[in-house]
């Protein structure tokens, strides 16, 4: 059962409006929303609507089973899914015309299998590894897998829609990769080319290079973590976005307790006066990380404040020191920080980690609530 103390608040409204900038900082390609892992944590669907309605004409999942729940739900525009493990259900995706990344050699043939099954042409994009070494094909498996793609496409079996690649490094501006991995895109297109493969679209830019790397906006880009209002590069000025999630719950209770009081399990947390303590019912088991243990921030009250001792499965506890608070106050974990609440970022800075993960992390237990301003 979902707690009905904590929420996580979506602002439709500026995934949106993020979705409406990201395509104006690039004007010559469109724009594919990445909504994979539940849409960053937002709600893969409300986020894929809202991206939509923002301009966005692709949308990008790692699995297929996560572009199938979109048709599900009757979204219809062009879906790519690129984690395409020994097993995934490629007739299913062909089926409902769900393009297919392709980042092994091997997948050219199970492909072809999956259109002569269905009887419809199958749409796949050839992914390069140009340096991320994760997935993608290498350069070396690169010209014999084009060569299979082009003979599929003859043979009426695929589409070669889109060849793309991911940056290692794009976050950190004047990276040596950036240049590395876009020279070795250029040349990945240029044996595309070669072997008569003419894909209508080429794509390589993620938030970070939507925004700071026009010369690799190519025909689409897949921003994700900038569409939910996150920038991906920390302090990055002038991006105009807006954060989308707040993470907020009610004040369960306030207990007064003595000076050295321990606090919470391991006695982590000592209070140095006689203090009031908040509990706040939102812990690990909601995707709060334990590790924000003594260094979380939180606002409680309307003041900013510190999680104080450890966090527990489902609550934690802050030192409110000598504060009253109403039988209605809230602990606001992060929001936009319009209001004076900690950011995800705050908390990624903290816990030595990303927003991406803060966001994505917050668990299914937590009822998203969506407002649409
Ligand atoms: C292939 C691919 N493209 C685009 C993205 C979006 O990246 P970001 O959220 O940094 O914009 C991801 C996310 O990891 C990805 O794996």
């Known amino acids: 059962m979902p707690s009905s103390f904590a929420e996580a608040r979506v602002d439709l409204g500026a995934i949106s409006e993020n979705t409406a900038a990201l395509?104006?900082?690039?004007?010559?390609?469109?724009?594919?929303?990445?909504?994979?892992?539940?849409?960053y944590g937002h709600g893969m669907l409300p986020a894929a609507r809202a991206m939509l309605a923002g301009g966005a004409e692709w949308l990008g999942t790692a699995f297929i089973e996560e572009a199938l729940e979109l048709r599900g739900a009757g979204i219809s525009c062009p879906v790519v899914a690129w984690i395409l493990p020994p097993?995934?259900?490629?007739?299913?995706?062909?089926?409902?015309?769900?393009?297919?990344?392709?980042?092994?050699?091997?997948?050219?043939?199970?492909?072809?299998?999956?259109?002569?099954?269905?009887?419809?042409?199958?749409?796949?994009?050839?992914?390069a590894d140009t340096g991320l070494n994760r997935g993608g094909l290498t350069a070396d498996q690169w010209p014999e897998t084009v060569a299979a793609a082009a003979r599929a496409e003859a043979d009426g079996l695929i589409r070669v829609s889109g060849v793309f690649s991911h940056f290692a490094c794009a976050d950190e501006?004047?990276?040596?990769?950036?240049?590395?991995?876009?020279?070795?895109?250029?040349?990945?297109?240029?044996?595309?080319?070669?072997?008569?493969?003419?894909?209508?679209?080429?794509?390589?830019?993620n938030?970070?290079?939507?925004?700071?790397?026009?010369?690799?906006?190519?025909?689409?880009?897949?921003?994700?973590?900038?569409?939910?209002?996150?920038?991906?590069?920390?302090?990055?000025?002038?991006?105009?976005?807006?954060?989308?999630?707040?993470?907020?719950?009610?004040v369960a209770l306030v207990k007064r307790v003595p000076a050295g009081s321990g606090v919470s399990y391991g006695h982590r947390y000592t209070t140095e006066r006689a203090?009031?303590?908040?509990?706040?019912?939102?812990?690990?088991?909601?995707?709060?990380?334990?590790?924000?243990?003594?260094?979380?921030?939180?606002?409680?009250?309307?003041?900013?404040?510190?999680?104080?001792?450890?966090?527990?499965?489902?609550?934690?506890?802050?030192?409110?020191?000598?504060?009253?608070?109403?039988?209605?106050?809230?602990?606001?974990?992060?929001?936009?920080?319009?209001d004076g609440e900690p950011t995800a970022q705050d908390w990624a800075d903290v816990l030595g980690t990303i927003p991406y993960e803060i966001v994505t992390r917050i668990s299914p237990?937590?009822?998203?609530?969506y407002d649409a301003r």
């Open 23 to 39: 395509a104006r900082r690039a004007p010559g390609a469109g724009v594919m929303g990445v909504v994979k892992a539940d849409g």
């Open 87 to 127: 097993h995934a259900p490629l007739s299913a995706a062909v089926a409902a015309d769900i393009d297919l990344g392709v980042s092994t050699p091997g997948l050219v043939a199970g492909i072809r299998t999956a259109a002569a099954e269905t009887g419809r042409r199958a749409r796949v994009h050839l992914k």
């Open 173 to 205: 501006p004047g990276h040596p990769s950036i240049a590395a991995q876009t020279s070795a895109f250029h040349e990945a297109l240029e044996i595309a080319g070669k072997a008569g493969l003419e894909p209508e679209v080429r794509h390589l830019a």
């Open 207 to 250: 938030s970070a290079a939507t925004l700071t790397l026009p010369e690799t906006h190519f025909d689409l880009v897949r921003p994700g973590i900038a569409s939910y209002g996150l920038s991906p590069i920390p302090g990055l000025a002038g991006t105009g976005l807006r954060p989308a999630m707040t993470l907020r719950a009610a």
């Open 275 to 338: 203090a009031s303590l908040a509990l706040v019912p939102l812990g690990y088991g909601d995707g709060v990380p334990r590790a924000a243990t003594n260094v979380g921030p939180v606002q409680v009250g309307g003041r900013r404040r510190t999680v104080s001792g450890t966090v527990c499965m489902d609550q934690f506890m802050v030192d409110i020191g000598d504060d009253t608070l109403g039988t209605d106050a809230e602990a606001v974990l992060f929001g936009p920080g319009g």
């Open 365 to 369: 237990r937590v009822p998203r609530v």
